[in-house]
């Protein structure tokens, strides 16, 4: 397996930057739930918020994975780990690796729903928007459109390994 980079380090910074910047806009003082998409949504979630007001930022995470071990999207999305917090009446801001079908994300949604929170915006670091699915998802914030290629990096895993590369790389 051969990896080539496809976004540096350098340019996913500069990218989580801008994405702060127009976050901490938007919300206007407000306090965020940040819920972030384990495993593949930490890395991103982390440096993000990093780029938030500390003072109105709080974490959530939850789980649901459809991919296993394979390249392609089972179509089956499970919950392995659910919300710990109380959600109602807060705004918050599902952070997320990717959305490819979109079947992951519009479980997650559904999912949220069922807490009362009082609005729910998604911010995605990649999107490949050639094979979606689920079509009436709306992505507030989206780091990078790419083509349909396998990639790793930067959260995103083969096999459960190359979470930890400092940039996203396409698999050859
Ligand atoms: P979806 O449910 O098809 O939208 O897929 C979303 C999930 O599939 C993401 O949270 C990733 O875990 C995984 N995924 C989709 N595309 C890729 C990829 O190119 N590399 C690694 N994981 C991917
Ligand atoms: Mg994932």
Do not use: W
Not at 11 to 33: F, H, M, P, S, V
Not at 78 to 103: N, P, R
């Amino acid at each position: 397996m051969s990896i080539s980079e496809m976004i540096s380090e350098q340019k996913l910074q500069e990218r989580i930057a801008e994405l702060g910047g127009q976050i901490k806009a938007d919300y206007n003082g407000k306090e965020i739930t940040l819920i972030g998409s384990l495993k593949g949504g930490v890395m991103f979630m982390v440096d993000l918020s990093k780029h938030l007001d500390p003072a109105t930022t709080e974490f959530e995470f939850v789980e649901a994975s459809s991919y296993g071990d394979a390249k392609e999207s089972s179509g089956e999305v499970k919950l392995s780990k659910g919300l710990s917090g109380k959600l109602e009446g807060k705004h918050v801001l599902i952070v997320e690796d990717i959305i490819d079908t979109g079947l992951t994300l519009g479980f997650l949604i559904d999912h949220l729903k069922t807490f009362k929170p009082a609005s729910i915006k998604i911010c995605v670091m990649l999107n490949k928007p050639e094979k979606r699915a689920i079509k009436n998802i709306d992505v507030d914030y989206i780091g990078f459109d790419i083509a349909n290629e396998f990639v790793v990096g930067y959260g995103l895993d083969y096999k459960g390994k190359y979470r930890n590369l400092r940039y996203i790389g396409s698999v050859k």
